[in-house]
């Protein structure tokens, strides 16, 4: 799971001794650099809402203080496959983790929510670095040891170009923006993601990420990328079965 100081479908604060194994995110309240996670963890209030019921309709009231997360929260943390240039794979939060950064922000948490929010939220992570490696495929980053993820940042309010123009065609904007820098052999590469939700179609309604994952044209490796993947939908999709949607569908 998931796009993390911006907002993470997704603030740790960070503790890093050196550059080279510091988190993109700010976790300076969570762990050392090597329990890490790779997202941006104030967009949290945004990954909460889209699960929480709320009363008035409105969102969630601020609260006056900032309480402790509950004991009964568990403290374990997954690890993910997304790899580190260091050798070791970075580390999504704690259920606790999560709901302690969310309660500094006087965003409400509920710790009922934890238990849903943050294995979904990892899962929305898992597949951005999914479809980033289906860009990378084939691009020579297994003479390496592999692509690797050097930093991330989320940026929430920053509406790309495709964004803006979705909207003007009456889609719903996305609710986060994530840009993930990879290193593929020595030639770092940003990658833009911009995170849209909905609801499946069917009794159940259930919730639906959609995940806009592409090279930013800030490089000219990012802009062939770009054009070798138009040609191939527009041109070489003539004579094979279409895609399926990069879509990821949970439970409410």
């Known amino acids: ?8 479908p997704v603030d740790h604060a ?8 510091k988190c993109p995110a700010d976790h300076t309240a969570l ?21 929480r019921r709320k009363e008035d309709g409105h969102g969630a009231a601020e609260l006056p203080d900032t309480p402790a997360p509950p004991t009964s929260l568990p403290l374990e943390r997954e690890t993910s496959s997304i790899p580190r240039v260091d050798g070791s794979n970075w580390v999504y939060p704690s259920q606790a983790q999560f709901f302690a950064a969310m309660a500094r922000k006087n965003h409400d948490p509920r710790e009922s929510d934890m238990k849903v929010v943050v ?8 597949r951005a670095w999914q479809e980033i490696m289906k860009w990378e ?9 592999g692509v690797k993820l050097v930093s991330f940042k989320g940026r929430p309010n920053d509406r790309t170009p495709r964004a803006r123009w979705y909207s003007l065609l009456g889609y719903s904007p996305p609710f986060d923006r994530h840009d993930w820098v990879v290193d593929r052999c020595g030639t770092r590469m940003r990658y833009v993601i911009d995170f849209y939700t909905g609801h499946g179609g069917g009794p159940s309604k259930n919730v639906s990420f959609f995940l806009d994952v592409r090279p930013a044209l800030d490089s000219w490796e990012g802009v062939r990328l770009r054009t070798e993947r138009f040609w191939q939908r527009w041109v070489g999709g003539l004579w094979r079965e279409p895609s399926r949607p990069n879509s990821l569908q949970t439970k409410p």
């Open 1 to 8: 799971m998931a796009s993390a100081a911006d907002k993470c």
């Open 14 to 21: 960070a503790s890093a001794s050196s550059s080279n194994d």
């Open 31 to 51: 762990s050392a650099a090597q329990d890490q996670c790779p997202v941006d963890h104030s967009t949290r209030s945004t990954w909460t809402s889209l699960f």
């Open 119 to 126: 294995p979904i939220h990892n899962a929305v992570n898992e």
């Open 137 to 145: 495929s084939g691009q020579g980053g297994e003479k390496c040891g």
